[in-house]
């Protein structure tokens, strides 16, 4: 089961659900054209707005100004055409450290199969109260992994999101007000790239962790006894 969560976070948007993936490129080819116009457009009225500032001031917009200016419009632009492959990049490089993650770190395998041998001189209270810790975890297990299979695939939608609409969102990244609305989505597509790193951590140290478990130890001698080794 651990191993087919690992797998699930180390593939590619297109091998995750190559439909997804084809319509979210559609999509981002199809913005293409509309935000090179809108990036357009606000290099236009940043120019003007510039323009009005020099007039005032009785100066004129130099070359060197100008080509000041214009460079970061020409980055975006060039973000914009390949953001397809700008986003697809990340994701390597992120699948990249997680197969690191997965080779450096040793794999655990959690046997919880195995059934309790309650000693015969345990009373029935003492039965109940390890019967109940049994059904405990096993709950908090099977929530567990729902979790992560939920965790797992709300992560996709959210790249999958990113990367359609990558190219409005670089087009906005030069405006005053709009470029908070960029930074906001950058922010949270390196901290989904990131979740997603830990999500491999947390799955690998898990099993670790709970080799040596209650569930799996044998009951034997007095109740108290058992609870403290």
Same mark, same amino acid.
């Given at each position: 089961?651990?191993d ?7 593939l ?8 997804? %993936?084809?319509?979210?490129e ?14 357009c457009?606000? +290099?236009?009225?940043? +120019?003007?707005e ?26 975006i ?6 953001s %397809?492959?700008?986003?697809?990049t ?34 029935l209270?003492?039965?109940y109260?390890?019967? #109940?810790v &049994?059904a ?39 405006h #005053? ?9 950058l ?10 790193i ?6 690998k ?7 040596i478990?209650?569930?799996? &130890? %044998? ?6 006894k058992?609870?403290?080794?």
């Amino acid at each position: 089961m651990m191993d087919s969560y690992l797998e699930k976070l180390n593939l590619s948007l297109q091998a995750f659900h190559p439909e997804a %993936n084809e319509w979210m490129e559609t999509l981002s080819l199809t913005l293409l054209p509309i935000s090179a116009i809108l990036l357009c457009i606000l +290099f236009y009225m940043n +120019f003007q707005e510039l323009h009005h500032q020099f007039l005032e001031g009785e100066g004129r917009i130099t070359v060197d100004f100008f080509l000041h200016m214009s460079w970061k419009y020409l980055l975006i632009l060039v973000f914009i055409r390949y953001s %397809n492959q700008i986003v697809d990049t990340f994701v390597f490089f992120h699948n990249v450290i997680g197969q690191g993650i997965q080779e450096t770190i040793p794999t655990a395998e959690m046997d919880l199969s195995r059934e309790v041998e309650i000693h015969p001189d345990l009373t029935l209270r003492e039965n109940y109260l390890i019967e #109940s810790v &049994r059904a405990i975890t096993f709950f908090a297990i099977w929530t567990s992994e729902i979790l992560v299979q939920a965790m797992i695939a709300f992560r996709f939608i959210q790249l999958y999101l990113f990367k359609a609409l990558a190219p409005i969102l670089a087009a906005s990244a030069v405006h #005053s007000e709009w470029g908070s609305v960029f930074k906001i989505a950058l922010k949270r597509f390196v901290s989904v790239l990131i979740q997603g790193i830990l999500l491999i951590l947390l799955i690998k140290l898990y099993p670790i962790l709970t080799s040596i478990d209650f569930n799996v &130890r %044998n009951i034997e001698g007095e109740f108290l006894k058992n609870l403290n080794t």
